[in-house]
């Protein structure tokens, strides 16, 4: 299947930088990608869709100025968490849709821990 | 290699019917799995879980199934309705807490 990848895998930074996690299809040109944040053993939290050549469109109560995306091409997808803080220590998850074949088809990254101190 | 496979993309079956989806991994370090449900251009939500001292746990019209040994989960569906259809993923979870998902299985419900 295609696969998406997403760099880093892990990364600590200090509270008050900023971090940014790429995400990337790599056998496939994706118009579409998500990022969502996932919470200890249950919930996925859909953050954004990030659409190649416009503005990312956030979901409510997500921070657009925070939690900046960039679709600069077809298959990168750029999230980059601002003035990071401890809060935002979590698993961030990228997903990029195929839509090859006439059928939509998502497929997810790896994902990646963010640590901030 | 994937650690979480769901080996059938799609599935199509009659209102009122069950429907099976099946979900296989090859990672014995999965304690927690989970299901999520989504429909086209909405992120996943979440619809049940299991944790790897059961065997079973059941939902409503839902109810997961965890098979250890065969290292095999699938979620039942009954009565299906045409609302279920939607792409179905599975996910598991280990030490660290993070998901790694399944490709997905599309269910399709004909009324």
């Known amino acids: 299947g295609a696969v998406v990848s997403q760099h880093p895998s892990r990364v600590i930074c200090k509270s008050g930088t900023s971090v940014k996690i790429e995400c990337r299809s790599l056998d496939f040109q994706a118009t579409t990608m998500f990022w969502y944040r996932q919470f200890p053993k249950k919930s996925l939290m859909l953050m954004a869709t990030s659409n190649e050549g416009s503005k990312a469109t956030y979901e409510q109560g997500v921070e657009k100025d925070k939690f900046l995306i960039n679709h600069a091409s077809l298959t990168l997808s750029t999230l980059t968490v601002t003035s990071a803080h401890p809060e935002d220590s979590s698993f961030y998850i990228c997903?990029?849709?195929?839509?090859?074949?006439?059928?939509?088809?998502?497929?997810f990254g790896p994902g990646t821990r963010l640590t901030v101190l | 290699d994937q650690q979480v496979k769901q080996n059938s993309p799609s599935l199509s079956v009659q209102e009122g019917r069950i429907s099976i989806l099946n979900c296989d991994y090859t990672n014995s370090m999965f304690d927690y799995f989970l299901w999520y449900k989504k429909y086209p251009a909405e992120g996943p939500t979440f619809l049940i879980s299991?944790?790897?001292?059961?065997d079973k746990n059941e939902d409503g019209r839902f109810t997961v199934f965890l098979n250890k040994s065969a290292k095999h989960l699938s979620l039942h569906i009954v009565p299906s309705q045409p609302g279920d259809s939607a792409v179905y993923f599975c996910a598991a979870s280990g030490a660290g807490n993070m998901l790694t998902f399944g490709g997905g299985t599309r269910l399709m419900v004909k009324p």
């Open positions: 997903s990029a849709t195929d839509t090859r074949g006439g059928v939509d088809t998502q497929y």
């Open positions: 299991i944790s790897s001292i059961k």
